[in-house]
């Protein structure tokens, strides 16, 4: 299946962000606008586009190029005559796409899942559209795309409704029916792709698809642009977030995610700054004393934010990878081990306390089975709200509150009963859903 990307406008209401750059060209957390757009596709299975470009093409042509650095086939047309209606731009595309295709636009910012619901349906004649048929504050009413719908079917679009049921999201998956109903429509003086989508709801061909709670936006002006950096940034928070990662570690991680998108810096490379931090941190608790282990303490919990960018940076530049959450998985492994060898230490060292290293062994193990066994509970009992998950974020943060009060022995008994404690009761949920 081919992807249609019209790119052809001006974008006049973004122009200060945009300065000498086309529209799809802005910049948007590492990528952009359009970059975003078409990887978005990828992750759903897409591996061809055609893209529509008019105002400064050119730089759009020279940035994307054939497409084979995104690991796709990118295709162009000119539309000399983008100025008027966008239903001129995909009217361009007749003759070379056949069969349903989808159709984006290059300004709009949505959560990939939205295009592998919808590549999911059939579409032998007319149509599908994406709808919002929730009241967003963000979005502009007034300036938007207004639908009416009746069963599943799509009634009337257009921006002047005053009677409608959702908004247009700008993603279609279409047949080659809507080359000749943009034909019909610009016959009767309306050269807008709403205006072949009219034509299409009139004869019964077009049906409709919630995107549902996931996020979308136009972007139009600077106002929607921060709308779309902020649901950006929100959609990393992820539902197994423990509660330190999720109120506090993310707050910080996001802001050092939002400088490292723009820079060369990998999520590999981020992994393992996280893992050097923490071997540090492992490494000054045997030089003992309270301000070591403070020290030590607080590098631990800087390893923790730091491991939360990695996979932020991945997600927002489309760089997540099988081997990077492997890797970042082993390494976290021998980072626990790392510190909680340098806390048994340095807790022996300052009482003399053989039972420090059986403590220290129990906290191992139990910490080390706590991430094994997060995994395999989520496979089999498929919990998604959780209440309290105790995870690396609130173990690594227990040790940097009992690093700084000196309780690190203490800290050692309890991590290792409640982790141990959460691996049985694992066991015991486990047994009842199987």
């Not at 539902?239 to 990662?245: A, F, I, L, N, W």
């Not at 303490?297 to 932020?312: P, W, Y």
């Not at 227990?398 to 691996?423: C, P, Q, W």
Request: contains cysteine.
């Amino acid at each position: 299946m081919k992807a249609l990307i019209i790119a052809a406008g001006e974008g006049k209401r973004i122009r200060d962000l945009s300065r000498d750059l086309p529209k799809p060209l802005i910049p948007l957390l590492g990528l952009s606008l359009i970059e975003r757009v078409i990887l978005s596709a990828r992750e759903a299975g897409v591996r061809e586009f055609v893209v529509v470009v008019g105002f400064k093409g050119k730089r759009i042509m020279e940035r994307l190029g054939d497409g084979s650095r995104y690991g796709v086939k990118i295709d162009y047309i000119e539309n000399p005559d983008w100025r008027r209606g966008n239903g001129l731009s995909v009217l361009k595309a007749k003759g070379l796409i056949s069969g349903k295709f989808l159709l984006m636009m290059a300004d709009h910012v949505f959560d990939p899942g939205v295009l592998k619901d919808l590549l999911g349906r059939s579409v032998d004649k007319g149509g599908i559209l994406v709808i919002d048929r929730r009241r967003r504050e963000y979005i502009d009413v007034e300036d938007a795309t207004k639908v009416r719908i009746e069963g599943e079917l799509i009634r009337d679009i257009g921006k002047g409704l005053k009677d409608y049921d959702g908004i247009d999201c700008g993603i279609f998956l279409l047949s080659e029916e809507v080359f000749d109903a943009i034909e019909e429509s610009i016959e009767s003086g309306d050269d807008t792709l709403s205006g072949g989508i009219r034509v299409l709801a009139k004869k019964g061909r077009m049906r409709w698809f919630d995107i549902g709670e996931r996020f979308w936006v136009d972007v139009d002006n600077e106002e929607s642009f921060k709308t779309a950096e902020r649901l950006l940034l929100k959609s990393l928070v992820k539902e197994t977030d423990g509660p330190v990662s999720r109120y506090l570690n993310r707050a910080i991680s996001l802001r050092i995610s939002r400088y490292l998108v723009n820079t060369k810096v990998t999520p590999n490379t981020i992994s393992w700054l996280s893992f050097s931090l923490s071997m540090i941190s492992g490494l000054i608790y045997f030089l003992g004393g309270w301000a070591s282990i403070a020290i030590a303490g607080l590098l631990a919990q800087v390893s923790s934010i730091i491991d939360g960018c990695d996979g932020e940076v991945a997600r927002l530049k489309f760089q997540v990878s099988r081997y990077g959450g492997w890797l970042d998985s082993v390494i976290d492994r021998y980072a626990d081990g790392m510190i909680i060898l340098g806390m048994s230490y340095a807790s022996w060292i300052i009482a003399r306390n053989y039972m420090a290293w059986v403590f220290g062994f129990l906290a191992l193990m139990g910490s080390l089975l706590n991430s094994y066994t997060a995994i395999k509970y989520d496979q089999i009992v498929k919990e998604r709200k959780v209440r309290f998950r105790f995870g690396r974020d609130v173990r690594l943060f227990v040790i940097m509150l009992g690093s700084l009060t000196g309780l690190i022995f203490f800290t050692l008994i309890f991590l290792s009963l409640i982790t141990n404690a959460e691996n049985i009761r694992r066991l015991i949920l486990v047994r009842h859903n199987t």
